[in-house]
């Protein structure tokens, strides 16, 4: 009776010899605390004990979060911290923040008569993130939701045909037909008619009726819902 536990004993360390997993099994369930190879894998992935796992999954992490900028600063890709920050101040701009946007941008572009408020008052940082954004053109918000932080009277825009605005330009329905900086045109890209153009094409109909028509200078003479809201 005595040579039982010696001869379980033998068997249990054959087993274990055998195969690692299989032998692993075995001991578990003989001896309590014994890991199983699944929780040991587990265990690895989770504790990351390799500096080349580390390396990897950082690479991948920092690749993720760069896909889900679409714009970055030409600065701040460059790593120009000094251009426009101060040297003994890094957390403020050198001189006023419209002064520090025009190092690079053009000031006569942003210096019509007609100019929008934001531009106006040197608030460039209004409407753009200064070093990336997660929209075009470094605005803060998509589309619409910019613009109706101030233009609340346009909130509306349920009949606007907006696949076709971003199809036109990507960046916002509203700079489909506006200029946001300034324009002589009541801030419109280009003259009134041209604008409604990008969309309305000329029908393929030659009656005098229709001639005269499409060539009236202001579609706005007798299309006055111009922003296609929505009626109440």
Not at 69 to 80: N, Y
Not at 112 to 141: A, D, I, N, Q, T
Not at 221 to 226: K, M, R, Y
Request: contains cysteine.
């Amino acid at each position: 009776m005595k040579k039982w536990p010696v001869l379980i004993f033998l068997i249990v360390i054959i087993l274990n010899g055998c195969a690692g997993t299989n032998g692993r099994k075995w001991l578990s369930f003989f001896i309590d605390g014994v890991p199983a190879e699944e929780e040991l894998r587990k265990e690895k992935e989770k504790s990351h004990s390799s500096s080349e796992d580390i390396a990897d999954i950082v690479k991948k992490m920092k690749q993720k979060e760069e896909e889900k900028w679409q714009s970055r600063h030409v600065p701040w890709k460059q790593q120009w911290c000094n251009a426009c920050h101060k040297d003994d101040k890094p957390m403020t701009i050198g001189p006023a923040l419209a002064e520090t946007c025009f190092q690079c941008h053009d000031k006569e572009s942003f210096s019509g008569e007609e100019r929008h408020w934001p531009v106006k008052m040197g608030m460039c940082g209004f409407c753009h993130e200064p070093h990336r954004s997660k929209e075009k053109k470094l605005l803060k918000k998509a589309d619409i939701d910019l613009c109706v932080q101030c233009h609340m009277d346009k909130k509306d825009f349920s009949h606007f045909p907006a696949e076709k605005a971003k199809e036109l330009n990507q960046a916002g329905i509203c700079l489909t037909c506006h200029e946001p900086h300034n324009k002589e045109e009541k801030f419109l890209k280009m003259a009134e008619k041209e604008v409604c153009m990008q969309c309305h094409k000329p029908a393929p109909d030659d009656t005098p009726q229709k001639q005269a028509m499409w060539n009236f200078p202001q579609c706005v003479a007798c299309h006055n819902d111009i922003h296609h809201l929505t009626k109440k």
